[in-house]
T-cell receptor, first 114, second 114 residues
C-alpha cells in the first residue's frame, strides 16, 4: 500500500539556519505530494504541493521538489524564523477521484530558537 | 478550496459522558474524513463518511464508540462516546476536492477527559 516516511524529530535550529526535512514515499502510479504545517493549537494547513515529477512546490520561503527517481519530496527553507516553529507533515494522494483520504507521514516537530 | 467550520474548538468532559463534534463545509463534498491526533502524534483516520450511507471505519475504530452522522453533503458529526482519559486527543474533520487536490481541514477539537 501507499506510505510516507519522514525524518524523525524533533528538529531544533537557530534562527536563520537552513532547514531540510526528508520525506520519501511508496506509491503505485504517480501520486500527488503535499506538505502540511500545524502551528500550536491549530489544524493542518497546506504549505505546498506538487502533482507531477520534477514539479517544485513553494510557499513562504519553503520549497520541495517532486523527485520520482528517488521517490522523495524533501522540504527545504534557506533561513528559518522563530515563527516557523510547528509540526510539518508530508502526505500523498493517489491520482484518484478525490474520494480517498491523504496518506500522512508521522510529522516532524521543528523548533526555531532566537 | 473549501472552508470548514468545526466546533467546539475545545472541551473538557467527564469520563463516561459523550461529546459530539460538528463539521460544516462551505461547499458540497462527497466524502468527509474524521481523524484523531493523539498528543505528539500524527493523524490517524477514524472513518470516512459518505452522505446517505453508513460511515466506513478503519481498523481499531467501531461505530458504537465513534458514531458518525452525515445528513447532507455539507455537514457531518462525530460523537465520541463513553469517554475515558485515553480519548483525550485532537479530533479533525477533513474534505478533499476533485482529483489531485489537497485535503482541507477544520481547526480541530481539543478534547480533554477528566
Amino acid at each position: 500500500g501507499n506510505s510516507v516516511t519522514q525524518m524523525e524529530g524533533p528538529v531544533t535550529l537557530s534562527e536563520e539556519a537552513f532547514l531540510t526535512i526528508n520525506c520519501t514515499y511508496t506509491a503505485t502510479g504517480y501520486p500527488s505530494l503535499f506538505w502540511y504545517v500545524q502551528y500550536p493549537g491549530e489544524g493542518l494547513q497546506l504549505l505546498l504541493k506538487a502533482t507531477k515529477a520534477d514539479d517544485k512546490g513553494s510557499n513562504k520561503g519553503f520549497e520541495a521538489t517532486y523527485r520520482k527517481e528517488t521517490t522523495s519530496f524533501h522540504l527545504e527553507k534557506g533561513s528559518v524564523q522563530v515563527s516557523d516553529s510547528a509540526v510539518y507533515f508530508c502526505a500523498l494522494s493517489d491520482r484518484d477521484s478525490g474520494n480517498t483520504p491523504l496518506v500522512f507521514g508521522k510529522g516532524t516537530r521543528l523548533s526555531v530558537i532566537a | 478550496s473549501a472552508v470548514i467550520s468545526q466546533k467546539p474548538s475545545r472541551d473538557i468532559c467527564q469520563r463516561g459522558t459523550s461529546l459530539t463534534i460538528q463539521c460544516q463545509v462551505d461547499s458540497q463534498v462527497t466524502m468527509m474524513f474524521w481523524y484523531r491526533q493523539q498528543p505528539g502524534q500524527s493523524l490517524t483516520l477514524i472513518a470516512t463518511a459518505n452522505q446517505g450511507s453508513e460511515a466506513t471505519y478503519e481498523s481499531g475504530f467501531v461505530i458504537d464508540k465513534f458514531p458518525i452522522s452525515r445528513p447532507n453533503l455539507t455537514f457531518s458529526t462525530l460523537t465520541v462516546s463513553n469517554l475515558s482519559p485515553e480519548d483525550s486527543s485532537i479530533y479533525l474533520c477533513s474534505v478533499r476536492g476533485t482529483a489531485n487536490t489537497e485535503a482541507f481541514f477544520g481547526q480541530g477539537t481539543r478534547l480533554t477527559v477528566v
